[in-house]
């Protein structure tokens, strides 16, 4: 089964090793990037080729993850599909982290860079 995984990150960088990371471990996935949460929900609303995974970045311009994460609440229901989203940030704050917690659509809080290891385990590969 194909997992599809949509990376939203304003970092190309980032993106570009976090995609090719996933595409060596494994052949299954789907990957598609947004740089910033608007482009992110747009896609959601379409409802076409919905994610199994979102790697959710917390700080970017346009529209961050935490403004991303209240339109997806609201969005939740219509979706009809259960997406696993994991917030990803080179933020270490204590603030961010709690915060976090606050939202029950978030599976896990992440530092980046996201290790080999946790890949495999959110994969579950």
């Not at 939740?76 to 982290?97: F, G, H, P, Q, T």
Request: charged content about 30%; proline content about 3%; glycine content about 4%.
């Amino acid at each position: 089964m194909t997992q599809k995984i949509w990376i939203v990150d304003d970092d190309k960088l980032y993106t570009l090793l976090l995609t090719k990371t996933i595409e060596k471990l494994t052949i299954n996935s789907l990957i598609s990037c947004y740089p910033n949460g608007e482009d992110a929900i747009i896609a959601l609303k379409k409802n076409n080729d919905l994610p199994d995974i979102i790697f959710l970045d917390i700080n970017m311009p346009i529209m961050d993850g935490w403004e991303f994460l209240n339109e997806y609440v609201g969005l939740k229901k219509e979706l009809k599909k259960n997406i696993k989203i994991y917030a990803v940030s080179s933020s270490i704050s204590n603030c961010d982290r709690e915060k976090s917690e606050c939202f029950h659509e978030i599976a896990e809080y992440l530092i980046k860079p996201l290790k080999k290891e946790k890949l495999v385990e959110i994969l579950g590969l």
